[in-house]
């Protein structure tokens, strides 16, 4: 019993930051509580209703849809370009791969607010550098140009600064796990006339198969609940066209005052990632049988 009693007092605090405000989130979800009853102090208990109200809503199908494409398009553009850069970096000097892996980090390290911010400079309307740069080129067209006019290339924008920041982690731990493939078998393989994608297909992405699960889980979690990044760039008034559920169940909850209705839609955010979570759990737990 002892491992589990030294357990105890890190499972009180984990209780007490995160089991209170989920314990308030449910409960918010089943009570229309509005501006009078945050005077008040008191909800008042409906049920279902606001489960009601935003699954028959097609407004929020649409979000959901929306919050899941974006997730697919991020996570996968994410695991693409981190395996690319670590097959790079796998082949590149020591000097050459001290400094793109020094580069890496210093793009992880950074917070997101100043990341934004800088991107936020260089796709300016009137000052961008990306604007100056496409105008010097000779597309005259982007001199002014607002990316945020059309939601397609606002997309791409933040599609782009979510997969920069979030390349690092994905290109180094993919390359450490790239240390752990046998040599002997890629060489061997060469030899009996194997191209390098057949090499990688049959070889290194079986081997490497649990890291991409627990890396894609890990990106499918955090890019699902996106929220800074949308806010700040977009002033913290973003178009409907910009919402994702994080987006939209703060809207709900701090702009309209329904608190009741944006808990439960931070609730269905949460029992989505709760799914996740279980298959990350589940790819942890039978790699430390496989160990």
């Given at each position: 019993m002892t491992p589990y009693l030294l357990l105890i007092p890190a499972l009180v605090v984990i209780g007490g930051v995160l089991g209170y405000p989920l314990y308030r989130l449910v409960t918010l979800s089943f009570q229309e509580y509005g501006l009078p009853e945050l005077i008040a102090?008191?909800?008042?208990?409906?049920?279902?209703d606001n489960y009601r109200e935003i699954?028959?809503?097609?407004?929020?199908?649409?979000?959901?849809?929306?919050t899941i494409a974006f997730t697919a398009v991020t996570v996968g553009l994410t695991m693409l370009f981190g395996t690319l850069i670590a097959?790079?970096?796998q082949r590149l000097g020591t000097f050459m791969r001290l400094l793109i892996t020094t580069g890496l980090v210093l793009v992880w390290s950074m917070p997101p607010v100043v990341a934004v911010n800088i991107w936020s400079w260089m796709i300016d309307y009137e000052f961008g550098v990306?604007?100056?740069?496409?105008?010097?080129l000779g597309f005259e067209s982007f001199a002014h140009h607002d990316w945020f006019v059309n939601p397609i290339q606002g997309w791409a924008i933040i599609t782009a600064i979510i997969v920069w920041g979030a390349i690092p982690f994905v290109a180094i731990t993919i390359f450490a796990g790239l240390t752990q493939v046998s040599g002997e078998m890629v060489e061997a393989a060469?030899?009996?006339?194997?191209?390098?994608?057949r090499v990688f297909r049959d070889i290194t992405l079986p081997i490497l198969k649990p890291i991409f699960v627990i890396l894609a889980s890990l990106s499918v979690i955090w890019n699902f609940q996106v929220f800074s990044q949308i806010w700040i760039?977009?002033?913290a008034r973003p178009e409907e066209d910009y919402f994702l559920l994080s987006i939209y169940s703060f809207v709900e909850s701090f702009n309209t005052s329904q608190y009741g209705l944006g808990s439960a839609i931070a609730l269905v955010m949460v029992l989505a990632m709760l799914m996740v979570t279980?298959?990350?759990i589940r790819q942890m737990v039978r790699l430390g049988e496989i160990e």
């Open positions: 102090h008191e909800g008042k208990w409906i049920g279902l699954l028959g809503d097609g407004w929020f199908w649409t979000v959901l849809g929306r097959l790079l970096l990306l604007n100056w740069t496409l105008a010097q060469s030899i009996d006339g194997a191209g390098p994608f760039i977009r002033n279980f298959v990350y």
